[in-house]
């Protein structure tokens, strides 16, 4: 018995997914049951497209953050690169550029900010933290400049068209944030698994100095985790100035810590070298699906965040409990 | 239990028939050591024999499970590390724990510094540490910062801290694996001082040698069993050597090799400022050349560079006739040039990984299809590297932090021969590891050989150099002072060369 709880017990730690999964589906069946009757509309195919379009830009900085923080670095900045690329990209449909050109350049700006937190990080050996936090302030005073606090708006309808629905057969209807979310996540995930590139940025993390000896280039790799959070973060943007038909300079504000928690409650560890693309997501889909089952409880709207809070500092002292420190509570506790 | 010189005198810590069990790991089992006042007990087992585990025991990080820890006669409780602290119980790991910015001073009284008004007292800080200090007969300044000491100066620091607590019993992991000979020689009068004052030192080692030369008595573990306790005087080296391992090591190194062919590495005057000064060499195929001399020489800094993991400021390298431009580890490896680096933990391994992710970690490119890997061959290789090299482990998803430390080095010499190198620069290979892992590493270095490898071994053991390599090169600050042929070379010569006693010696 006890060796069966211990087998579990590893079996749980090794795989995060797991266990996040399992607190998705306990929260799942509490909403559910928490309020009987026609009222909760809790599980209902609508609530959860509500929750899934609420999650999706976030989602795409999720799978870039994850990266980051697997080979030990951190990336404050994709809140306002978010502002920044759906801005670019706005502002340039505006002016008459073609829908898929102004998406492009918005990408670039995402990349080139992500090459500048990398190289500075990297080649000058700024810590990733205050570089970030420069480059978050930066850029985001860049977005408020070009659009002096006014929001873009009169963006042309082919595309806003990609904040709305995908058709299939005519009758099922799914939004594109969704489709992209599912599709940016599930190959992210299954290229940071398998993919020889990606197996890099475990090892950089893991030990930046034995990935040297082992042959790997890891500032290439480096940089290129803060490539891709600047991409997608860009793409985020992109995205939901779609759904939203317009741009703001205050758009993504605050998302980093909402981010980087998903991150870290899916199992990834700020020293580096752990964590994969599915249990962030489910990290972040879990908040998304606390914050959403409270609403329709009617819970108070500023416990959202205590909750949240609540749930971090829970999943990463799980992380940190073995049998040993619980002994030691234990005895702690009776003397 | 036999008694030796001690004879008469009261344990000061004394264990009863303790034993401890972990999930996956050996650990102690019905352990009984007595440790006099005024002894110095060595302890001495291969790698997972459970000579950490009783020291973590004995010094409140694990609880045993069974049996009873007496310190002068009084059964302990043994809750955490800061309960043993208290009792008097003092341990010196292998590793040092000292921090780098601080003074002299303030690591030996950190956490317990004398104040005045609240605050430091900086002048009586340093005069109580110069009090620490003083039988260790060394000059220290005690206001230098400690990152700017010798490894052996701070291994000296490192215990001068656990002694100012006026401890009872003094446990010493592995002391010397990173010293000089003479500071070695400058550690055991120290360690003979201190316990004639009437501690108790418990005194891990791997070195044969240095029991004989400082010890009381010593106690072999093997498997968590205590397999033998004698005095020093009554016990040889091939006693305890038998008793650790439990069979006859036929022969302590490999026979040299045959053929050795024709030259693979040339070398010609590279320099690095501050580091190493023109140096020379050549190297063939199916050699072990070895690199001799004091810490600091320059050695392991000529291999880096060679590995381009630093950079040389002038001189040429050419491979097989061809000149040679490596930038970065990358290219070095990409032209059949590998290196195992003398700091494991801190530049080989991924400790919080598995077996398998890091035996692969250098040679992704060979498991993997248009940039996608294949988990099967992954495994299957790691598992026939396992097999082959003889890596004691669970499994291959264990957690190489949970390898002993010949383990580990032989999972980090499985994971650069998988590569099939033309050169091998193997630094320090069998620092830190135990008897039967050292011999089938010197093995492994010598079949390597056989199959035409240029194998180039920094050691800083002399048997070793003496033993195992077919050519020496000594380095003296940054230079390379002398060439020795294995025929020729002795101690006395390479010690000589090594400490700029000029003459050359040279010979082939």
Same mark, same amino acid.
């Given at each position: 018995?006890?060796?069966?709880?211990?087998?579990?017990?590893? &079996?749980?730690?090794?795989? +995060?997914?797991?266990?996040?999964?399992?607190?998705?589906?306990?929260?799942?069946?509490?909403? $559910? &049951?928490?309020?009987?009757?026609?009222?909760?509309?809790?599980?209902?195919?609508?609530?959860?497209?509500?929750?899934?379009?609420?999650?999706?830009?976030?989602?795409?900085?999720?799978?870039?953050? =994850?990266?980051?923080?697997?080979?030990?670095?951190?990336?404050?900045?994709?809140?306002?690169?978010?502002?920044?690329?759906?801005?670019?990209?706005?502002? &340039?449909?505006?002016?008459?550029?073609?829908?898929?050109?102004?998406?492009?350049?918005?990408?670039? /700006?995402?990349?080139?900010?992500?090459?500048?937190?990398?190289?500075?990080?990297?080649?000058?050996?700024?810590?990733?933290?205050?570089?970030?936090?420069?480059?978050?302030?930066?850029?985001?005073?860049?977005?408020?400049?070009? =659009?002096?606090?006014?929001? /873009?708006?009169?963006?042309?309808?082919?595309?806003?068209?990609?904040?709305?629905?995908?058709?299939?057969?005519?009758?099922?209807?799914?939004?594109?944030?969704?489709?992209?979310?599912? /599709?940016?996540?599930?190959?992210?995930?299954?290229?940071?698994?398998? *993919?020889?590139?990606?197996?890099? #940025? $475990? $090892?950089?993390?893991?030990?930046?100095?034995?990935?040297?000896?082992?042959?790997?280039?890891?500032?290439?790799?480096?940089?290129?985790?803060?490539?891709?959070?600047?991409?997608?973060?860009?793409?985020?943007?992109?995205?939901? *100035? @779609?759904?939203?038909? *317009?741009?703001?300079?205050?758009?993504?504000?605050?998302?980093?810590? +909402?981010?980087?928690?998903?991150?870290?409650?899916?199992? @990834? *560890?700020?020293?580096?070298?752990?964590? =994969?693309?599915?249990?962030?997501?489910?990290?972040?889909?879990?908040?998304?699906?606390?914050?959403?089952?409270?609403?329709?409880?009617?819970?108070?709207?500023?416990?959202?965040? #205590?909750?949240?809070?609540?749930?971090?500092?829970?999943?990463?002292?799980?992380?940190?409990?073995?049998?040993?420190?619980?002994?030691?509570?234990?005895?702690?506790?009776?003397? | 239990?036999?008694?030796?010189?001690?004879?008469?005198?009261?344990?000061?810590?004394?264990?009863?028939?303790?034993?401890?069990?972990?999930?996956?790991?050996?650990?102690?089992?019905?352990?009984?050591?007595?440790?006099?006042?005024?002894?110095?007990?060595?302890?001495?087992?291969?790698?997972?024999?459970?000579?950490?585990?009783?020291?973590?025991?004995?010094?409140?990080?694990?609880?045993?499970?069974?049996?009873?820890?007496?310190?002068?006669?009084?059964?302990?409780?043994?809750?955490?590390?800061?309960?043993?602290?208290?009792?008097?119980?003092?341990?010196?790991?292998?590793?040092?724990?000292?921090?780098?910015?601080?003074?002299?001073?303030?690591?030996?009284?950190?956490?317990?510094?004398?104040?005045?008004?609240?605050?430091?007292?900086?002048?009586?800080?340093?005069?109580?540490?110069?009090?620490?200090? %003083?039988?260790?007969?060394?000059?220290?300044?005690?206001?230098?910062?400690?990152?700017?000491?010798?490894?052996?100066?701070?291994?000296?620091?490192?215990?001068? !801290?656990?002694?100012?607590?006026?401890?009872?019993?003094?446990?010493?992991?592995?002391?010397?694996?990173?010293?000089?000979?003479? %500071?070695?020689?400058?550690?055991?009068?120290?360690?003979?001082?201190?316990?004639?004052?009437?501690?108790?030192?418990?005194?891990?080692?791997?070195?044969?040698?240095?029991?004989?030369?400082?010890?009381?008595?010593?106690?072999?573990?093997?498997?968590?069993?205590?397999?033998?306790?004698?005095?020093?005087?009554?016990?040889?080296?091939?006693?305890?050597? !038998?008793?650790?391992?439990?069979? %006859?090591?036929?022969?302590?190194?490999?026979?040299?090799?045959?053929?050795?062919?024709?030259?693979?590495?040339?070398?010609?005057?590279?320099?690095?400022?501050?580091?190493?000064?023109?140096?020379?060499?050549?190297?063939?195929?199916?050699?072990?050349?070895?690199?001799?001399?004091?810490?600091?020489?320059?050695?392991?800094?000529?291999?880096?560079?060679?590995?381009?993991?630093?950079?040389?400021?002038?001189?040429?390298?050419?491979?097989?006739?061809?000149?040679?431009?490596?930038?970065?580890?990358?290219?070095?490896?990409?032209?059949?040039?590998?290196?195992?680096?003398?700091?494991?933990?801190?530049?080989?391994?991924?400790?919080?990984?598995?077996?398998?992710?890091?035996?692969?970690?250098?040679?992704?490119?060979?498991?993997?299809?248009?940039?996608?890997?294949?988990?099967?061959?992954?495994?299957?290789?790691?598992?026939?590297?396992?097999?082959?090299? !003889?890596?004691?482990?669970?499994?291959?998803?264990?957690?190489?932090?949970?390898?002993?430390?010949?383990?580990?080095?032989?999972?980090?010499?499985?994971?650069?021969?998988?590569?099939?190198?033309?050169?091998?620069?193997?630094?320090?290979?069998?620092?830190?590891?135990?008897?039967?892992?050292?011999?089938?590493?010197?093995?492994?270095?010598?079949?390597?050989?056989?199959?035409?490898?240029?194998?180039?071994?920094?050691?800083?053991?002399?048997?070793?150099?003496?033993?195992?390599?077919?050519?020496?090169?000594?380095?003296?600050?940054?230079?390379?002072?002398?060439?020795?042929?294995?025929?020729?070379?002795?101690?006395?010569?390479?010690?000589?060369?090594?400490?700029?006693?000029?003459?050359?010696?040279?010979?082939?």
């Amino acid at each position: 018995m006890k060796d069966i709880l211990e087998r579990l017990q590893k &079996l749980l730690q090794a795989h +995060r997914e797991f266990v996040i999964f399992g607190v998705l589906v306990l929260g799942c069946i509490s909403f $559910y &049951l928490a309020q009987p009757g026609e009222q909760n509309h809790f599980m209902t195919i609508g609530n959860w497209r509500v929750i899934a379009v609420n999650i999706s830009t976030d989602a795409l900085m999720v799978v870039g953050m =994850t990266l980051v923080i697997i080979a030990g670095g951190f990336d404050l900045s994709v809140g306002s690169t978010l502002a920044l690329g759906g801005i670019v990209c706005g502002k &340039l449909m505006v002016a008459g550029v073609a829908v898929p050109v102004a998406m492009v350049a918005g990408l670039s /700006v995402g990349a080139l900010i992500g090459i500048v937190n990398g190289l500075i990080i990297t080649k000058i050996g700024v810590n990733p933290l205050i570089t970030t936090l420069a480059g978050m302030i930066i850029v985001r005073g860049l977005a408020q400049v070009v =659009t002096q606090a006014s929001p /873009v708006t009169g963006l042309p309808s082919s595309f806003t068209a990609l904040g709305g629905d995908m058709e299939l057969f005519g009758w099922v209807r799914i939004p594109w944030p969704i489709v992209l979310m599912v /599709v940016v996540v599930l190959v992210a995930d299954f290229l940071l698994r398998r *993919s020889r590139f990606l197996r890099q #940025v $475990y $090892y950089v993390g893991g030990n930046e100095e034995a990935a040297r000896f082992s042959g790997i280039r890891v500032d290439r790799v480096r940089i290129f985790t803060y490539v891709m959070t600047g991409v997608l973060s860009a793409l985020a943007g992109i995205m939901s *100035s @779609a759904r939203l038909i *317009s741009a703001s300079a205050s758009a993504g504000d605050g998302a980093e810590l +909402r981010v980087i928690s998903a991150v870290v409650i899916g199992g @990834a *560890s700020l020293s580096g070298g752990v964590g =994969t693309v599915l249990g962030a997501f489910l990290g972040l889909l879990l908040v998304g699906v606390i914050e959403n089952g409270m609403e329709i409880m009617r819970v108070n709207i500023y416990m959202k965040n #205590v909750v949240t809070g609540m749930i971090l500092i829970l999943a990463v002292s799980a992380d940190r409990l073995d049998r040993e420190k619980l002994k030691r509570f234990w005895r702690w506790l009776r003397s | 239990m036999t008694m030796g010189i001690t004879e008469g005198a009261e344990p000061i810590l004394e264990l009863r028939h303790v034993s401890k069990k972990f999930p996956a790991v050996r650990a102690l089992e019905d352990v009984s050591i007595q440790v006099k006042g005024g002894e110095i007990h060595a302890l001495i087992g291969e790698n997972g024999a459970g000579k950490s585990t009783l020291m973590k025991v004995v010094g409140g990080i694990h609880p045993a499970d069974t049996g009873e820890i007496l310190l002068d006669g009084e059964v302990l409780r043994l809750g955490t590390p800061l309960d043993a602290l208290r009792l008097g119980i003092r341990t010196v790991h292998q590793e040092i724990s000292l921090a780098p910015n601080l003074t002299v001073a303030e690591n030996i009284f950190a956490g317990n510094e004398p104040t005045r008004y609240g605050l430091i007292d900086r002048r009586e800080l340093n005069r109580r540490a110069l009090e620490v200090l %003083e039988p260790f007969k060394v000059k220290i300044p005690v206001n230098s910062r400690v990152g700017l000491l010798s490894t052996g100066l701070k291994q000296i620091v490192e215990i001068a !801290r656990a002694m100012a607590g006026s401890p009872r019993l003094l446990m010493l992991d592995e002391p010397t694996s990173s010293l000089e000979r003479h %500071e070695t020689e400058r550690l055991i009068g120290i360690l003979r001082g201190l316990a004639s004052s009437g501690i108790g030192i418990l005194y891990v080692t791997h070195k044969l040698k240095e029991i004989f030369q400082l010890a009381d008595r010593v106690t072999v573990l093997r498997d968590g069993r205590r397999v033998m306790v004698k005095p020093v005087s009554e016990t040889h080296p091939g006693e305890i050597v !038998r008793s650790m391992v439990g069979r %006859e090591l036929e022969r302590i190194y490999p026979p040299a090799g045959g053929d050795i062919g024709g030259e693979l590495l040339r070398v010609e005057g590279i320099t690095k400022d501050s580091a190493f000064e023109d140096v020379s060499f050549t190297l063939r195929r199916g050699e072990i050349l070895g690199f001799s001399g004091l810490i600091g020489a320059g050695r392991t800094e000529v291999a880096q560079s060679l590995f381009g993991y630093l950079r040389k400021d002038a001189g040429a390298v050419y491979l097989n006739g061809e000149r040679l431009d490596i930038r970065c580890p990358t290219d070095s490896l990409n032209s059949g040039i590998a290196y195992l680096p003398e700091e494991r933990k801190a530049l080989g391994l991924y400790l919080g990984m598995s077996v398998v992710d890091n035996f692969v970690s250098a040679n992704l490119r060979k498991y993997s299809r248009l940039g996608i890997l294949s988990g099967r061959e992954m495994d299957g290789a790691c598992a026939g590297a396992v097999d082959m090299f !003889r890596i004691r482990t669970p499994s291959i998803r264990q957690h190489v932090r949970f390898l002993s430390g010949g383990n580990q080095q032989k999972l980090l010499l499985a994971r650069l021969l998988a590569l099939k190198p033309r050169i091998l620069i193997a630094d320090e290979p069998t620092r830190g590891i135990d008897v039967g892992a050292k011999s089938e590493v010197h093995t492994m270095l010598r079949r390597l050989c056989d199959e035409g490898v240029g194998v180039i071994v920094i050691s800083s053991e002399l048997p070793e150099v003496l033993g195992l390599c077919d050519r020496i090169l000594v380095f003296h600050e940054g230079r390379i002072s002398g060439e020795v042929s294995r025929r020729a070379a002795t101690e006395e010569k390479i010690m000589h060369l090594a400490t700029g006693g000029g003459l050359s010696v040279e010979e082939t």
